[in-house]
């Protein structure tokens, strides 16, 4: 059985960070690309940030230099580390396992950024 369990999320001021991670199980993670998507009330999900199986990075012009994305293959866990964090950041935020035509997605873990 597949699973990605996220966790990090939380109420934070502006400005400040966050860690997500995102455990994976059940599948072999050092072939797949990893994202994390966010979703905004009342908006459409939206792509923040991958890295690929070859440790590629890319990330959302919102989120660049602010947003950094990792991962740990022996752990089978991607991270992502949020600094300078603004209150449009504030959404659920997803993980995502991608390779080739297979594609999963974790139960989504809460930001709320606000004073």
């Known amino acids: 059985q597949v699973q990605l369990v996220e966790s990090g999320g939380g109420l934070v001021q502006p400005g400040g960070s966050l860690r997500l991670s995102c455990a994976a199980s059940?599948?072999?993670?050092?072939?797949?690309?990893m994202a994390w998507y966010r979703q905004a009330p009342g908006k459409q999900r939206e792509l923040v940030a991958t890295v690929t199986r070859g440790d590629s990075t890319n990330y959302a012009d919102s989120v660049k230099g602010r947003f950094t994305i990792y991962s740990d293959n022996a752990k089978n866990t991607v991270y992502r580390q949020m600094n300078t964090l603004k209150p449009e950041d504030t959404a659920v935020y997803y993980c995502?396992?991608?390779?080739?035509?297979?594609?999963?997605w974790g139960q989504g873990t809460q930001v709320t950024v606000s004073s």
């Open positions: 995502n396992a991608d390779y080739s035509t297979v594609n999963f």
């Open positions: 059940g599948i072999l993670f050092s072939i797949y690309n």
